[in-house]
């Protein structure tokens, strides 16, 4: 019985560790000003060139520059960006071998715990004890390790307002749940596609189900990455991002890490088809913003950070920056990376995938009707049209001479091609979606 006691009391005193609030590894302390009186209580978040974010005891995110605060101040902000950029570089040459030593930690003190109890409980109560206090220890060192491991927390987006930026296209439907907003749609954008395109896999857009469970997906909550993942190293297979329209946006690299726009791959609006037809853009979709609006975003990140057209305020090394609303957002820009240079806000990958093709998820699949093609050399998209609902005509040019393909679907899923060579011969094929 005394066993029992002194074992049930480890556990109550391990209680609060486990119950302890996360928070992203760095202290709260008070801020000292060199042009203010008033003194501000926060928790310092990171240092981008002179600027310097902190987060506030209302958990917004407010900024200075770093003339602003005492010289005492400025010595300990720069060891801090300096310790988290020595970290973050140090954190990246390992994860190759990266353990989770947290829950490593928690299950080994767990264990010593209950090793401890059932060997020496009819034997030695001061085994018990000792045991006891070394998986205890293990316990702590663990949930430590999980709590400096968690990102910052953010403002939480306003389902109204994205209802607003979505609901602006009459093909795009929206509903949200506690945890995701949903955007659902077919796949196909209103404007036209495919034309300027020197670099073709022989692809058409065809429509895709981006409803129900296959919807696409924004996270309600964003919260700020300890570590963001740069797009020049992941995500190169699915979509990072969700345009207004309720078009999907690659990463600008392909999947063999080219830059999809440099090498003709993409039309006039920054887009092109997948293998499996579906039309998705691989550069920030900047032709919305007359239609959602100057103040409005143009897309919505995986991440659950909105992405911005064009400005003239300074970003980050992620191609975005925080408000003065305590939000943060995406830009986009004219040259490489384009938009989303790493993403800002943590997001879950996909287990069955890898860097550079790790995939965020939630993430809507697509479904394709024929094989995938070959690239076609020499090839150059010069028209697309759109005869009537569902029904597309698509002319290409290969050493001066044209051929079209008429193409187009019906309500029951039965999908309908004729080529058209230059000398006006055809050849046909059918396919039915499963």
């Known amino acids: ?10 556990l109550f005193l391990s209680f609060p560790v486990f119950a302890h609030e996360g928070g992203h590894g760095l202290p709260t302390k008070i801020w000292h000003f060199t042009t203010s009186e008033k003194n501000l209580k926060g928790e310092f978040i990171e240092k981008i060139g002179d600027t310097v974010y902190l987060m506030n005891e209302k958990h917004k995110v407010v900024f200075f ?63 018990i004890l000792a045991f006891s206090l070394i998986g205890l220890a293990f316990i702590v060192m663990g949930c ?22 979505f609901g602006v296209f009459n093909k795009v ?58 797009t020049k190293d992941n ?34 609006w920054g887009g092109h088809c997948g293998r499996a037809d579906d039309y998705h853009y691989h550069l920030p979709p900047t032709h919305l913003q007359s239609k959602v609006g100057q103040d409005k975003p143009i897309a919505y990140a995986l991440d659950g950070f909105p992405v911005y057209g064009e400005t003239n305020e300074a970003l980050d090394e992620n191609l975005g920056r925080f408000t003065s609303d305590s939000t943060y957002q995406y830009h986009a820009v004219k040259d490489y990376p384009y938009l989303i240079a790493a993403m800002k806000g943590e997001v879950e990958l996909n287990p069955r995938t ?36 569902n029904q597309y005509s698509l002319t290409y040019e290969v050493e001066s001479a044209m051929y079209t393909i008429n193409y187009g679907w019906d309500t029951n899923g039965n999908y309908s091609y004729e080529f058209v060579n230059p000398d006006g011969t055809t050849t046909s094929a059918t396919y039915k979606r499963k």
């Open 1 to 10: 019985m005394k066993n029992i006691v002194i074992l049930i009391t480890i």
């Open 65 to 127: 520059d770093i003339s602003e605060f005492t010289s005492e101040e400025q010595h300990y902000i720069l060891n801090k960006a300096n310790w988290i950029t020595d970290k973050n570089v140090s954190e990246k040459s390992l994860s190759l071998f990266s353990i989770n030593y947290a829950t490593l930690f928690i299950y080994l003190g767990i264990a010593l715990l209950l090793f401890s109890f059932f060997k020496y409980r009819q034997k030695s109560d001061s085994k």
């Open 144 to 165: 430590k390790t999980t709590s400096s491991s968690k990102g910052i927390t953010m403002a939480k987006n306003d389902v109204s307002y994205l209802a607003s930026v």
């Open 173 to 230: 439907t929206t509903r949200f749940d506690n945890t995701y907003f949903y955007i659902e749609s077919d796949g196909i954008p209103e404007h036209e596609m495919m034309t300027g395109i020197t670099n073709w896999q022989q692809q058409v857009p065809i429509n895709h189900d981006y409803s129900g469970t296959n919807a696409w997906a924004i996270p309600l909550q964003p919260v700020l990455a300890e570590n963001p993942l740069s």
């Open 235 to 268: 995500f190169m297979k699915g979509a990072i991002a969700i345009a207004a329209n309720g078009i999907p946006i690659f990463n600008p690299l392909n999947n063999r890490g080219e830059d999809a726009n440099a090498i003709g791959e993409l039309d006039k």
């Open 354 to 389: 890898e860097a550079p093709e790790n995939e965020i998820m939630p993430q809507a699949k697509t479904k394709g009707v024929r094989p995938d093609l070959q690239p076609l050399r020499g090839a150059k998209i010069i028209d697309f049209k759109n005869l009537k609902p």
